[in-house]
T-cell receptor
Framework: GNSVTQMEGPVTLSEEAFLTINCTYT??????LFWYVQYPGEGLQLLLK?????DKGSNKGFEATYRKETTSFHLEKGSVQVSDSAVYFC?????????????FGKGTLLTVNP | NAGVMQNPRHLVRRRGQEARLRCSPM?????VYWYRQLPEEGLKFMVY????????ESGMPKERFSAEFPKEGPSILRIQQVVRGDSAAYFC??????????????FGNGTRLTVT
Protein backbone atom coordinates (compact mmCIF):
# COMPACT_ATOMS: atom_id res chain seq x y z
CA GLY A 1 0.00 0.00 0.00
CA ASN A 2 0.89 3.67 -0.10
CA SER A 3 2.97 5.24 2.63
CA VAL A 4 4.69 8.52 3.44
CA THR A 5 7.66 8.90 5.73
CA GLN A 6 8.72 12.33 6.85
CA MET A 7 11.38 13.71 9.08
CA GLU A 8 10.80 13.30 12.79
CA GLY A 9 10.34 16.52 14.66
CA PRO A 10 10.35 18.77 16.37
CA VAL A 11 12.60 21.04 14.37
CA THR A 12 13.75 24.28 15.98
CA LEU A 13 15.47 26.98 13.93
CA SER A 14 16.46 30.59 14.30
CA GLU A 15 14.91 33.19 12.06
CA GLU A 16 16.51 33.37 8.59
CA ALA A 17 17.91 29.85 8.85
CA PHE A 18 17.61 27.37 5.97
CA LEU A 19 14.89 24.75 6.31
CA THR A 20 14.70 21.21 4.94
CA ILE A 21 12.02 18.74 5.92
CA ASN A 22 12.58 15.36 4.30
CA CYS A 23 9.75 13.34 2.84
CA THR A 24 9.93 10.01 1.04
CA TYR A 25 7.07 7.92 -0.23
CA THR A 26 6.07 4.47 -1.38
CA UNK A 27 3.34 4.22 -3.99
CA UNK A 28 2.42 2.40 -7.16
CA UNK A 29 2.14 4.30 -10.39
CA UNK A 30 2.47 8.07 -10.51
CA UNK A 31 1.04 9.70 -7.41
CA UNK A 32 0.51 13.41 -6.88
CA LEU A 33 2.48 14.87 -3.98
CA PHE A 34 1.53 17.59 -1.54
CA TRP A 35 2.73 19.57 1.41
CA TYR A 36 0.07 20.76 3.83
CA VAL A 37 0.68 23.18 6.71
CA GLN A 38 -1.26 23.52 9.94
CA TYR A 39 -0.75 26.77 11.83
CA PRO A 40 -1.58 26.79 15.54
CA GLY A 41 -5.31 26.55 16.13
CA GLU A 42 -6.15 26.21 12.45
CA GLY A 43 -6.98 23.49 9.92
CA LEU A 44 -4.62 22.04 7.36
CA GLN A 45 -3.96 24.24 4.35
CA LEU A 46 -2.44 23.18 1.07
CA LEU A 47 1.03 24.73 0.85
CA LEU A 48 2.19 23.35 -2.49
CA LYS A 49 1.81 20.39 -4.79
CA UNK A 50 3.42 18.56 -7.71
CA UNK A 51 1.59 16.18 -9.98
CA UNK A 52 4.36 14.62 -12.06
CA UNK A 53 8.04 13.75 -11.91
CA UNK A 54 10.47 16.68 -11.88
CA ASP A 55 7.68 19.18 -11.19
CA LYS A 56 8.58 21.81 -8.62
CA GLY A 57 5.84 23.10 -6.36
CA SER A 58 6.39 26.48 -4.74
CA ASN A 59 4.49 28.89 -2.52
CA LYS A 60 5.35 31.52 0.13
CA GLY A 61 9.07 30.92 -0.38
CA PHE A 62 8.75 27.17 0.12
CA GLU A 63 9.73 24.72 -2.61
CA ALA A 64 9.63 20.98 -3.17
CA THR A 65 10.65 18.95 -6.22
CA TYR A 66 9.02 15.65 -7.18
CA ARG A 67 11.93 13.20 -7.51
CA LYS A 68 10.73 9.90 -8.84
CA GLU A 69 14.18 8.31 -8.88
CA THR A 70 14.58 8.82 -5.13
CA THR A 71 10.81 8.76 -4.36
CA SER A 72 11.22 12.00 -2.46
CA PHE A 73 9.49 15.37 -2.11
CA HIS A 74 11.63 17.33 0.36
CA LEU A 75 10.37 20.72 1.54
CA GLU A 76 12.85 23.62 1.56
CA LYS A 77 12.89 27.29 2.39
CA GLY A 78 15.91 29.51 2.20
CA SER A 79 15.11 31.83 5.09
CA VAL A 80 12.44 30.94 7.63
CA GLN A 81 10.40 33.44 9.62
CA VAL A 82 8.76 33.19 13.03
CA SER A 83 5.40 33.08 11.23
CA ASP A 84 6.42 29.80 9.56
CA SER A 85 6.10 28.01 12.91
CA ALA A 86 3.57 25.25 12.25
CA VAL A 87 3.16 21.54 11.65
CA TYR A 88 4.03 20.44 8.11
CA PHE A 89 2.48 17.33 6.54
CA CYS A 90 3.69 15.55 3.43
CA UNK A 91 0.99 13.65 1.56
CA UNK A 92 0.28 11.77 -1.64
CA UNK A 93 -2.74 10.78 -3.63
CA UNK A 94 -2.84 7.68 -5.77
CA UNK A 95 -2.68 7.81 -9.51
CA UNK A 96 -5.62 6.50 -11.49
CA UNK A 97 -8.43 8.10 -9.54
CA UNK A 98 -9.39 8.36 -5.85
CA UNK A 99 -7.49 11.61 -5.57
CA UNK A 100 -9.39 12.43 -2.41
CA UNK A 101 -7.84 9.49 -0.59
CA UNK A 102 -4.71 11.17 0.63
CA UNK A 103 -1.99 9.31 2.51
CA PHE A 104 -0.28 11.56 5.04
CA GLY A 105 2.97 11.47 6.92
CA LYS A 106 2.94 11.96 10.69
CA GLY A 107 3.73 15.67 10.48
CA THR A 108 6.79 17.67 11.48
CA LEU A 109 6.52 20.45 14.04
CA LEU A 110 8.64 23.46 13.11
CA THR A 111 9.39 26.19 15.64
CA VAL A 112 11.20 29.31 14.49
CA ASN A 113 12.70 31.52 17.18
CA PRO A 114 13.36 35.22 16.71
CA ASN B 1 -15.57 33.70 3.36
CA ALA B 2 -15.97 30.94 5.92
CA GLY B 3 -13.85 27.87 5.56
CA VAL B 4 -14.74 24.36 6.61
CA MET B 5 -16.40 24.60 10.01
CA GLN B 6 -16.16 21.79 12.51
CA ASN B 7 -17.69 21.61 15.94
CA PRO B 8 -17.11 21.05 18.68
CA ARG B 9 -13.38 21.78 18.78
CA HIS B 10 -12.96 19.53 21.79
CA LEU B 11 -15.21 16.72 22.91
CA VAL B 12 -14.86 14.57 26.00
CA ARG B 13 -16.87 11.38 26.32
CA ARG B 14 -16.86 8.52 28.81
CA ARG B 15 -16.45 4.98 27.52
CA GLY B 16 -19.74 3.68 26.18
CA GLN B 17 -21.21 7.09 25.30
CA GLU B 18 -21.92 8.37 21.82
CA ALA B 19 -19.89 11.06 20.07
CA ARG B 20 -21.31 13.27 17.32
CA LEU B 21 -18.96 15.40 15.27
CA ARG B 22 -20.26 18.03 12.87
CA CYS B 23 -18.83 19.48 9.71
CA SER B 24 -20.13 22.25 7.47
CA PRO B 25 -18.27 22.37 4.15
CA MET B 26 -17.08 25.52 2.46
CA UNK B 27 -19.72 27.41 0.56
CA UNK B 28 -20.18 25.89 -2.86
CA UNK B 29 -18.55 22.58 -1.92
CA UNK B 30 -20.66 19.46 -2.23
CA UNK B 31 -18.04 16.82 -1.42
CA VAL B 32 -17.10 16.04 2.17
CA TYR B 33 -14.34 13.81 3.49
CA TRP B 34 -13.55 12.67 7.03
CA TYR B 35 -10.04 11.85 8.22
CA ARG B 36 -8.77 10.64 11.57
CA GLN B 37 -5.42 11.33 13.18
CA LEU B 38 -4.52 8.93 15.94
CA PRO B 39 -1.74 9.97 18.35
CA GLU B 40 1.71 9.82 16.73
CA GLU B 41 0.26 8.96 13.32
CA GLY B 42 -0.61 10.75 10.10
CA LEU B 43 -4.13 11.55 9.02
CA LYS B 44 -5.98 8.57 7.60
CA PHE B 45 -8.94 8.65 5.23
CA MET B 46 -12.22 7.40 6.65
CA VAL B 47 -15.14 8.27 4.37
CA TYR B 48 -16.21 10.35 1.39
CA UNK B 49 -19.75 11.67 1.11
CA UNK B 50 -21.86 13.75 -1.19
CA UNK B 51 -25.30 15.05 -0.29
CA UNK B 52 -27.40 12.06 0.86
CA UNK B 53 -24.85 9.58 -0.49
CA UNK B 54 -21.89 7.69 0.88
CA UNK B 55 -19.44 7.37 -1.99
CA UNK B 56 -16.50 5.61 -0.35
CA GLU B 57 -16.39 4.32 3.21
CA SER B 58 -13.41 2.04 2.78
CA GLY B 59 -11.54 3.69 5.66
CA MET B 60 -14.34 3.46 8.21
CA PRO B 61 -14.06 0.96 11.03
CA LYS B 62 -16.60 -1.80 10.47
CA GLU B 63 -18.49 -1.26 13.70
CA ARG B 64 -19.72 1.70 15.78
CA PHE B 65 -18.81 4.36 13.19
CA SER B 66 -21.24 5.94 10.76
CA ALA B 67 -21.38 9.10 8.69
CA GLU B 68 -24.05 11.06 6.90
CA PHE B 69 -24.37 14.21 4.84
CA PRO B 70 -28.07 15.05 4.68
CA LYS B 71 -29.74 17.24 2.11
CA GLU B 72 -29.94 20.03 4.67
CA GLY B 73 -27.44 20.67 7.44
CA PRO B 74 -23.91 19.60 8.24
CA SER B 75 -22.22 16.28 7.76
CA ILE B 76 -22.20 14.18 10.92
CA LEU B 77 -19.65 11.59 11.99
CA ARG B 78 -21.18 9.42 14.68
CA ILE B 79 -19.28 7.08 16.97
CA GLN B 80 -21.37 4.81 19.15
CA GLN B 81 -20.17 3.23 22.39
CA VAL B 82 -16.84 5.01 22.30
CA VAL B 83 -13.70 3.31 23.57
CA ARG B 84 -10.35 4.81 24.62
CA GLY B 85 -8.84 3.88 21.27
CA ASP B 86 -11.24 6.29 19.56
CA SER B 87 -9.41 9.23 21.16
CA ALA B 88 -8.02 11.15 18.20
CA ALA B 89 -8.32 14.30 16.12
CA TYR B 90 -11.05 14.02 13.49
CA PHE B 91 -10.67 16.30 10.49
CA CYS B 92 -13.28 17.13 7.91
CA UNK B 93 -12.40 18.39 4.45
CA UNK B 94 -14.43 19.56 1.49
CA UNK B 95 -13.94 20.19 -2.20
CA UNK B 96 -16.09 21.40 -5.08
CA UNK B 97 -15.28 18.24 -7.06
CA UNK B 98 -13.83 14.84 -6.24
CA UNK B 99 -10.55 15.44 -8.01
CA UNK B 100 -8.35 16.20 -5.04
CA UNK B 101 -5.21 16.80 -7.07
CA UNK B 102 -6.91 19.38 -9.24
CA UNK B 103 -9.22 20.67 -6.58
CA UNK B 104 -7.33 20.49 -3.32
CA UNK B 105 -9.08 19.47 -0.16
CA UNK B 106 -9.85 22.27 2.29
CA PHE B 107 -9.63 21.08 5.86
CA GLY B 108 -11.36 22.25 9.00
CA ASN B 109 -9.66 22.81 12.35
CA GLY B 110 -10.59 19.35 13.55
CA THR B 111 -12.43 17.97 16.55
CA ARG B 112 -10.28 16.52 19.28
CA LEU B 113 -12.12 13.62 20.89
CA THR B 114 -10.97 12.38 24.27
CA VAL B 115 -12.51 9.24 25.72
CA THR B 116 -12.08 8.85 29.46
Amino acid sequence: GNSVTQMEGPVTLSEEAFLTINCTYTATGYPSLFWYVQYPGEGLQLLLKATKADDKGSNKGFEATYRKETTSFHLEKGSVQVSDSAVYFCALSSSGGSNYKLTFGKGTLLTVNP
Amino acid sequence: NAGVMQNPRHLVRRRGQEARLRCSPMKGHSHVYWYRQLPEEGLKFMVYLQKENIIDESGMPKERFSAEFPKEGPSILRIQQVVRGDSAAYFCASSPTMEGANSPLHFGNGTRLTVT
